[in-house]
């Protein structure tokens, strides 16, 4: 019923000339790849969406992009507007990524802003949430996922609801080598769609897709897949290279 979404998260990775080599080789090997069985992102820096849009418009891959300012225009001097990512051909956005919390000081607040300007034109939001180690040594993962949860979908209308995506990411296991087991990333899954069953209802909490991300790697993928409440995959380091990305996303096979 949900199809799970596998994106890439390319970080701060790739030029420009990179990125249009990268995606014209993920554009042929994806061709067959069916889209009732997985949908496919790239999430590429911001300089780089319109030379990865020219080369996969029309194909199974869409492009999301990994951040946005809540505002249509206006003197913020470095900043990028929904109405220009829109203007690029962008589909998904990463908005709380856990390096925006942690580097950038963004909160459940700037975030929950963020979120609702996107749906407001028309981009279709990856919302992240997790933990980080100290707050999983000390219990508190559930506490946090709810803050995380509550706070950036603070007001967002049953109708929109169904066009977020959630991303599960946990901290400890970012760029860290160190995946949640598919016990414990099933475990706080479950509790997320759970979450948003209290907040809407349960017809809505089915529809909800919601990713795992951290440390996703072709030897993981299957058994994280193979949950019944994860839907998908926000993928960094093993998304930059052909390989192991290819493996990702044929993880069905
Ligand atoms: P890694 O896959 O490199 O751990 O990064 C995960 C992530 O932050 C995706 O948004």
Known sequence: ???????????????????????????????????????????????????????IKGTNIKL????????????????????????????YVII?????????????????????????????????????????EEGKTFDVVKDHITGGLKDIPKDKIIYITIAYEPVWAIGTGKNATPEQAEEVHKYIRSLIKDMYDENIAQKVRIQYGGSVKPENVKSLMSMENI???????????????????????
């Not at 993920?26 to 990865?52: G, M, Q, R, S, Y």
């Not at 990524?97 to 979120?115: A, D, L, P």
């Open 96 to 136: 709380g990524h856990s390096e925006r919390r942690q580097y950038f000081n963004e909160t459940n607040e700037f975030i929950n802003e963020k979120v609702k300007v996107a749906l407001n034109y028309g981009l279709f939001p990856i919302l992240c949430v997790g933990e980080k180690l100290k707050e999983r």
């Open 231 to 253: 839907d998908g995959a926000l993928v960094g380091g093993a998304s930059l290279k052909v390989d192991s990305f290819e493996k990702i996303v044929k993880f069905y096979e």
């Open 64 to 91: 999301g992009a990994q951040n946005l300012y809540p505002k249509q225009e206006g003197a913020f001097t470095g900043e990028i507007s929904p109405l220009m990512l829109r203007a690029l051909g962008v589909h």
């Open 1 to 55: 019923m949900r199809v799970p979404l596998i994106a890439g998260n390319w970080k701060m990775y790739k030029d420009v000339n990179e990125s249009v080599e990268f995606v014209t080789t993920l554009k042929n090997i994806f061709k067959d790849v069916p889209e009732d069985k997985v949908e496919i992102a790239v999430c590429p820096p911001f300089t780089n969406l319109k030379v990865v849009n020219d080369v």
